[in-house]
């Protein structure tokens, strides 16, 4: 019987992020070990309700905030904290300003009487009661910050795809793992498959480069004495798929992981 | 009154004891069942009989010997058969569609209240435990993800949802 799996795997499985390998192995094995069935099973319990009423729970009106930068200026007494600012941003979403606390006087509209009607159409779920201009002003800086750095964006289905020497057109190949930190050197290299290629070729390097094969499948194992002279530190690692005819089909990134001390 | 069935493939008399296989087994099949067709669907409880009943038809006319573990062999079946049910039911939705079955109310009002129950807790853990519940299993972050997003190392995150669930049930057995 294999080992019990650890919980990110447990968690993995129950949101469906293994592979087809993966999930196999998991399953056989709490197949056999009642211990890590009934472990599962309890889990999958909270992770199914999660994942069904998750937008009530965590976005809904009665919704405790999330993250500090989240906090509804409607909740009378609530003080507006600056911690927003030190959380890291969400990728290209920029920082916008928290929302404005409808008590203030929009500057803008000096001489003009602050009408308070717009606070009876109905607050939109989480997001706080601004003025509508506020509103259209931010989604236009959100608008021009995405424009701007969609090309910088690390999307998955991006078309065009850059590999660092060559510009490619075609859908980005996602590898599965490694990534991020590892204990010990991989024993495989595993990605998910594109369905026109009829191979891929792998570089591992660390920087310089250390192995490279080509392979029908999607997985590669790792042969002993590559792995056995990987000492711990940062490695990149890149598989593209080809067609029949040796036309690139999709890369992927250079994927980082580092084998930790 | 047990029935036993002599396993004789391997050294000494080790019998599968059939009724104690189907009390340990009927429960992890009828898990993988319902995950392969969807809680939704009517038939599960029909493929889990199928398959505890070809186990035991295996078993009793020796073509499982203990050759491998009997969660394996198990595992086995179960898997085949879903395949099986699965490329059945394609064919048949593509000749004629089908009229989905209501599901069993009795069954709903126990789960709901269970789930209604986590639900509120959930509400009451403090930020940092909703955060990563939130990220992780809604979201679907990865680890490092919701650790990148939240400015803490993904150890911090296994942690933080570990001590989640923990909580969640301390709450639930009150």
């Given at each position: 019987?294999?080992?019990?799996?650890?919980?990110?795997?447990?968690?993995?499985?129950?949101?469906?992020?293994?592979?087809?390998?993966?999930?196999?192995?998991?399953?056989?094995?709490?197949?056999?070990?009642?211990?890590?069935?009934?472990?599962?099973?309890?889990?999958?319990?909270?992770?199914?309700?999660?994942?069904?009423?998750?937008?009530?729970?965590?976005?809904?009106?009665?919704?405790?905030?999330?993250?500090?930068?989240?906090?509804?200026?409607?909740?009378?007494?609530?003080?507006?904290?600056?911690?927003?600012?030190?959380?890291?941003?969400?990728?290209?979403?920029?920082?916008?300003?928290?929302?404005?606390?409808?008590?203030?006087?929009?500057?803008?509209?000096?001489?003009?009487?602050?009408?308070?009607?717009?606070?009876?159409?109905?607050?939109?779920?989480?997001?706080?009661?601004?003025?509508?201009?506020?509103?259209?002003?931010?989604?236009?800086?959100?608008?021009?910050?995405?424009?701007?750095?969609?090309?910088?964006?690390?999307?998955?289905?991006?078309?065009?795809?850059?590999?660092?020497?060559?510009?490619?057109?075609?859908?980005?190949?996602?590898?599965?793992?490694?990534?991020?930190?590892?204990?010990?050197?991989?024993?495989?290299f595993?990605?998910?498959?594109?369905?026109?290629?009829?191979?891929?070729?792998?570089?591992?390097?660390?920087?310089?480069?250390?192995?490279?094969?080509?392979?029908?499948?999607?997985?590669?194992?790792?042969?002993?004495?590559?792995?056995?002279?990987?000492?711990?530190?940062?490695?990149?690692?890149?598989?593209k798929?080809?067609?029949?005819q040796?036309?690139?089909?999709?890369?992927?990134?250079?994927?980082?992981?580092?084998?930790?001390? | 009154?047990?029935?036993k069935?002599?396993?004789?493939?391997?050294?000494?008399?080790?019998?599968?004891?059939?009724?104690?296989?189907?009390?340990?087994?009927?429960?992890?099949?009828?898990?993988?069942?319902?995950?392969?067709?969807?809680?939704?669907?009517?038939?599960?409880?029909?493929?889990?009989?199928?398959?505890?009943?070809?186990?035991?038809?295996?078993?009793?006319t020796?073509?499982?010997?203990?050759?491998?573990?009997?969660?394996?062999?198990?595992?086995?079946?179960?898997?085949?058969?879903?395949?099986?049910?699965?490329?059945l039911?394609?064919?048949?939705?593509?000749?004629?569609?089908?009229?989905?079955?209501?599901?069993?109310?009795?069954?709903?009002?126990?789960?709901?209240?269970?789930?209604?129950?986590l639900?509120?807790?959930?509400?009451?853990?403090?930020?940092?435990?909703?955060?990563?519940?939130?990220?992780?299993?809604?979201?679907?972050?990865?680890?490092e993800?919701?650790?990148?997003?939240?400015?803490?190392s993904?150890?911090?995150?296994?942690?933080?949802?570990?001590?989640?669930?923990?909580?969640?049930?301390?709450?639930?057995?009150r």
């Amino acid at each position: 019987m294999n080992e019990c799996p650890n919980e990110d795997r447990i968690d993995r499985y129950l949101t469906g992020r293994l592979t087809e390998s993966e999930t196999a192995e998991l399953e056989e094995h709490y197949f056999n070990c009642s211990a890590c069935f009934q472990k599962i099973s309890e889990r999958n319990e909270l992770v199914e309700m999660i994942r069904d009423r998750g937008a009530e729970i965590f976005e809904g009106a009665d919704a405790g905030p999330i993250h500090s930068w989240k906090k509804a200026p409607w909740k009378e007494g609530r003080e507006q904290s600056d911690r927003w600012k030190e959380t890291p941003s969400k990728g290209f979403l920029p920082r916008v300003s928290p929302p404005i606390n409808a008590s203030d006087n929009a500057p803008w509209k000096d001489g003009r009487e602050r009408s308070d009607r717009w606070k009876e159409t109905p607050s939109k779920g989480f997001l706080p009661r601004v003025s509508r201009w506020v509103t259209a002003a931010a989604a236009a800086v959100l608008l021009a910050a995405v424009l701007v750095l969609i090309p910088t964006f690390k999307g998955r289905d991006l078309k065009i795809v850059s590999t660092g020497d060559e510009a490619v057109r075609g859908e980005s190949l996602i590898v599965l793992s490694p990534r991020g930190e590892v204990k010990a050197a991989p024993a495989a290299f595993e990605w998910k498959a594109v369905g026109a290629a009829a191979e891929y070729r792998l570089a591992l390097s660390g920087p310089e480069t250390l192995w490279t094969t080509v392979t029908k499948a999607m997985k590669a194992d790792l042969p002993d004495n590559v792995k056995r002279a990987m000492k711990p530190g940062l490695y990149q690692w890149q598989v593209k798929a080809y067609s029949a005819q040796g036309t690139l089909l999709a890369a992927s990134p250079k994927v980082d992981f580092r084998i930790a001390d | 009154m047990s029935t036993k069935i002599e396993n004789t493939m391997k050294p000494g008399p080790e019998a599968i004891d059939l009724d104690e296989m189907l009390l340990r087994f009927r429960p992890v099949v009828g898990f993988k069942v319902k995950k392969a067709l969807g809680g939704g669907n009517p038939d599960w409880e029909d493929v889990v009989d199928e398959i505890m009943m070809q186990a035991i038809e295996k078993i009793k006319t020796g073509e499982f010997r203990g050759e491998s573990s009997v969660g394996t062999f198990i595992y086995t079946i179960t898997s085949r058969r879903i395949i099986d049910y699965i490329r059945l039911k394609t064919r048949i939705l593509k000749e004629a569609p089908e009229v989905p079955a209501l599901p069993d109310p009795h069954d709903q009002v126990e789960r709901n209240e269970r789930a209604e129950r986590l639900a509120e807790a959930i509400k009451q853990l403090q930020t940092r435990f909703r955060d990563v519940l939130y990220l992780y299993y809604y979201k679907d972050f990865s680890r490092e993800e919701v650790a990148r997003e939240l400015g803490i190392s993904p150890a911090r995150v296994s942690e933080r949802v570990n001590y989640a669930r923990k909580l969640l049930k301390k709450m639930l057995d009150r």
